[in-house]
């Protein structure tokens, strides 16, 4: 693996010594291996922008398949939101999916905003 931790991760935005060098911050990619709640008070302000991406660790065939729908997996999304919060983190969250809704496909939208309003504390 390359980057196999957020202290690899700074060592490597920081060598390029550039404001212009920031991190891309993928929640689903870093739950493959680690989890994503740890890295983020790590990486800090160096994260410039998040793809929230669900991500189950039940079972053990890691594949595409293990990239869920968000709140459909084991991230545990309180504590990646208030790890946020806590390095006052106000960029973009961008979603990713592999696997849209084969019929419907319209409803990810929807399931997609329902949970990010959860996430975020706007919808009870």
């Given at each position: 693996g390359?980057?196999?931790?957020?202290?690899?991760?700074?060592?490597?935005?920081?060598?390029?010594?550039?404001?212009?060098?920031?991190?891309?911050?993928?929640?689903?990619?870093?739950?493959?291996f680690?989890?994503?709640?740890?890295?983020?008070?790590?990486?800090?302000?160096?994260?410039r922008?998040?793809?929230?991406?669900?991500?189950?660790?039940?079972?053990?065939?890691?594949?595409?398949?293990?990239?869920?729908?968000?709140?459909?997996?084991?991230?545990?999304?309180?504590?990646?939101?208030?790890?946020?919060?806590?390095?006052?983190?106000?960029?973009?969250?961008?979603?990713?999916?592999?696997?849209?809704?084969?019929?419907?496909?319209?409803?990810?939208?929807?399931?997609?905003?329902?949970?990010?309003?959860?996430m975020?504390?706007?919808?009870?």
């Amino acid at each position: 693996g390359y980057l196999m931790s957020p202290m690899e991760m700074n060592d490597f935005v920081d060598s390029f010594d550039s404001d212009h060098v920031h991190v891309h911050f993928d929640t689903g990619n870093i739950m493959l291996f680690q989890f994503p709640e740890h890295w983020i008070p790590i990486l800090g302000k160096r994260i410039r922008n998040v793809h929230l991406k669900e991500f189950t660790k039940k079972g053990t065939d890691f594949s595409l398949e293990s990239f869920r729908p968000l709140l459909d997996g084991t991230t545990n999304w309180p504590a990646v939101m208030e790890a946020f919060d806590a390095v006052d983190y106000h960029g973009y969250l961008t979603f990713e999916y592999f696997h849209p809704y084969t019929h419907y496909p319209e409803a990810l939208i929807h399931q997609t905003s329902d949970s990010l309003d959860r996430m975020l504390g706007k919808n009870p």
